[in-house]
């Protein structure tokens, strides 16, 4: 049971500190968060196995992960409330080339994340030039051109 | 057609401001409770800090512990027992009230001349011989489960020094 209990334990911490990290953590991502997550990793393995080195053990708690997974997914592709909870929703941030400042803000995307974005997605240099600009929910911008008229 | 910043679009995307809203005041929250969770666990709300050193003494000051209020399971912490009385050559400490159901003894210095059990607490007899009124025994404990534990340090017909540990899961 406590195999059991500890993953989701640790499931549950790491959803709640990487919700409040926000998207941005995954957009910004550089070598250095990459080392990051790689220490993360190290010290949640401790608490997840503890002293066990069984191979029982070990997968137990790969199953109890996967399966936590699993249901979450079918939950969120059930109930949508659930989906946007967790995972939150798509959000615009430029509309027909005017930044929408306020929720930038709230994303904590500033404009020029949205230029790198541009510039190497549609290889677009100035605001009047997008359409829309989109933060996914995995973190990325979308670019959609503004098409010439 | 031009809304305000704020209003929820439904092209290109269908989104709900109250939603993104909500999710920045977590967020916003959620900075604050981890930056103070850090700065307490510095000072040792979980264990190994100025928080969690504690001091128990018993009503006749024969007995003084130093422990850790908060532990951990499975993770190490220390005990300081000081014995302040005169003795012949030997002298004896109880560890009771049911605390080594859940603390396992891990170090114990100095060794004692005689482990015997109580019940369910252990009464340790240690030689003085040829030393003065002041004693200590340094005890490395090992929560073995979550919860509060209530300790009792006695020796003899002293009264015991009572103090209760919070062992974190």
């Known amino acids: 049971m406590e195999t059991v209990l500890r993953a989701a334990a640790i499931y549950l911490v790491l959803m709640v500190v990487f919700k409040i990290a926000g998207r941005r953590t995954l957009l910004q991502m550089t070598s250095f968060d990459l080392i990051l997550l790689l220490i993360i990793s190290e010290a949640t393995q401790q608490a997840l196995l503890g002293d066990d080195f069984s191979v029982t053990g070990a997968a137990l708690t790969i199953i109890t992960l996967v399966t936590i997974d699993i249901v979450l997914g079918k939950l969120k592709s059930r109930f949508p409330m659930v989906e946007q909870a ?3 929703g ?3 941030l430029v509309e027909n080339g005017n930044l929408l400042t306020e929720r930038m803000k709230m994303t904590g995307i500033s404009p020029d994340d949205v230029l790198e974005a541009a510039r190497s997605g ?3 240099e100035r605001f009047d030039q997008i359409k829309y600009a989109v933060l996914e929910v995995n973190g990325h911008i979308s670019i959609i051109p503004q098409t010439d008229s | 057609m031009k ?3 704020t209003g929820s679009r ?3 995307i269908k989104e709900d401001m109250r939603w993104i809203r909500r999710e920045w005041r977590i967020q916003r929250i959620g900075e604050y409770v981890l930056i103070a969770l850090v700065i307490l666990g510095a000072c040792g709300l979980f264990s190994k800090g100025v928080l969690s050193n504690g ?3 018993s009503p006749d000051g024969t007995i003084q512990v130093e422990y850790e209020r908060f532990g951990r399971v499975e993770s190490n912490m220390d005990m300081r027992i000081r014995y302040n009385a005169p003795v012949t050559d030997r002298f004896n400490v109880t560890i009771g009230g049911g605390a080594l159901d859940n603390l396992q003894i891990q170090t114990l210095q100095p060794q004692p001349l005689e482990a015997v059990t109580i019940g369910s607490d252990l009464r340790l007899t240690f030689s ?10 340094w005890i490395g404990l090992q929560p073995r489960n979550p919860g509060r534990i209530a300790v ?3 020796s003899g017909d002293h009264p015991p020094a009572r103090f209760t540990q919070w062992i974190y899961p």
């Open chain 2, 3 to 5: 809304k305000d910043h």
């Open chain 1, 86 to 88: 967790i995972d939150g």
């Open chain 1, 90 to 92: 798509p959000v615009i």
């Open chain 2, 55 to 57: 001091s128990a003494r």
């Open chain 2, 10 to 12: 439904d092209y290109p």
């Open chain 2, 152 to 154: 009792s340090v006695s």
């Open chain 2, 128 to 137: 003085s011989r040829d030393t003065g009124l002041d004693h200590a025994i």
């Open chain 1, 122 to 124: 549609p290889g677009l």
